[in-house]
Structure formats: C-alpha cells, structure tokens
C-alpha cells in the first residue's frame, strides 16, 4: 500500500489546515489508520488514530482542536487541525495498520507562523 499525504503549509496562528492522505490500494479492512508527527531532533510522536470501528485517539495536546476522519470509499484518511499554535509546526505522516503491517506516507510539512 502507498500513501500520499497532502495538505501541508504555512499558516498563521490560530488558523486551520485540513490534511489528506491517500491510499493506493482499499484501506476498508484496516484496523487503524492515524497521524503522526516530528520535528527535528525529536521522535516521531503520535497525533490522531482512529480504528475500523471509528473510535478515535488524540494527543493531549491537539484535543479539542484536531479532528481525524476516514473514508474508505475515496480510500483517504483526513486530519482537521484548527486553531493551530507555532507548537503544531512539524512533518506531518499518515500511517495505516493492515494485518500485522504498517504503512508510511513521505509526509508533509506545516509550518505555524506569524
């Protein structure tokens, strides 16, 4: 499975950006699919995750401002991110979970400033 994650940017504080990620092949049978992100220096860490169930998973410190969402007809997988603070700017990867697999997108950069 490949994955192509889009969306990343410049933006300013307090402002949104809606992250994509698309899969190659179906992702119906997925047990999870999530965001992660790194900056350098730093491990990657986990942001969002949400299960074939639709249960969903979020950092502490992107609650209540991050949404993730899943697709399986489109085969994509989204992370909403409002109210974005300079502390968000990082590498931005989806992963999906199929069997005992993981698959990484190449990532994308966003980037919070004034």
């Known amino acids: 499975v490949q994955l192509q994650a889009s969306g990343g940017g410049l933006v300013q504080p307090g402002g949104s950006l809606r992250l994509s990620c698309a899969a190659s092949?179906?992702?119906?049978?997925?047990?999870?699919m999530g965001w992660y992100r790194q900056v350098p220096g730093k491990q990657r860490e986990l942001v969002a995750a949400?299960?074939?169930?639709?249960?969903?998973n979020f950092a502490d410190s992107v609650k209540g401002r991050f949404t993730i969402s899943r697709d399986n007809a489109k085969k994509m997988h989204y992370l909403q991110m409002n109210s974005l603070k300079p502390e968000d700017t990082a590498v931005y990867y989806c992963?999906?979970?199929?069997?005992?697999?993981?698959?990484w997108g190449q990532g994308t950069q966003v980037t919070v400033s004034s």
């Open positions: 092949e179906s992702i119906v049978l997925s047990n999870a």
């Open positions: 949400i299960t074939r169930g639709g249960s969903t």
């Open positions: 992963n999906v979970y199929l069997g005992s697999r993981v698959y």
